[in-house]
Structures are given as C-alpha cells and as structure tokens.
C-alpha cells in the first residue's frame, strides 16, 4: 500500500474520530509514527460504534502489515531537495515553436 493510500485512510479514521467522539487526530502523524497510530487505534476502539471499528480495523491491518522498510521523507524536505537541484537543461529549448 502507498503512503497516499495510508494516508486516505488516516484521513478517513480521523474525521469519524471527530465525528463520533469529538478528538483530533493527526493523520500525517498516524502514518509515520506507529506508537501514535497504536494510541489512536486504542482509542476508537474504546466507542461502540461499528462503522468507526471497520474503519480502524482496515487502517491498523494496512499500516501494520506493510514491510518497514518503505521510508518517506516529510514534504518539506522533498521541496527543499527539489529547490537545491540544479534547473532543466537550456529553458529556451523548451519555448522553440510554442508561446511563452
């Protein structure tokens, strides 16, 4: 599963955290820290409700099931790596026949 994929549904588990029992959560968190992850899980499952179980259920066997090798890097420093590389080859070989 994709770290996008993860995240959709950490997103997911989120919103019907706030919904049923009235806490924020940090998705972001949720897919890169397990030991937060393992808390928010305990937590939903302390409510009754079986629409927010299923939820818990499906986003605790993707993240825990996923080899660990898969590191991602936080966006920021992905825009600054991306700052730092050096621009495409010659720009003007881009615009030749088309409007700038």
Not at 23 to 48: C, F, H, K, Q
Not at 74 to 97: T, V
Request: hydrophobic residues 45%; without cysteine; aromatic residues 4%.
């Amino acid at each position: 599963m994709t770290h996008n994929e993860l995240l959709a549904l950490a997103a997911h588990l989120h919103v019907m955290i706030r919904r049923k029992i009235g806490r924020i959560t940090d998705p972001e968190w949720m897919v890169s820290n397990p030991d937060y992850a393992r808390e928010i899980i305990r937590l939903a499952r302390g409510d009754s409700s079986a629409e927010l179980a299923e939820a818990v259920n499906r986003f605790e066997q993707a993240l825990f099931s996923q080899p660990k090798t898969v590191v991602h890097k936080p966006l920021l420093e992905q825009i600054k790596e991306n700052l730092a590389r050096p621009a495409a080859a010659d720009a003007s070989s881009r615009y030749i026949g088309h409007l700038r």
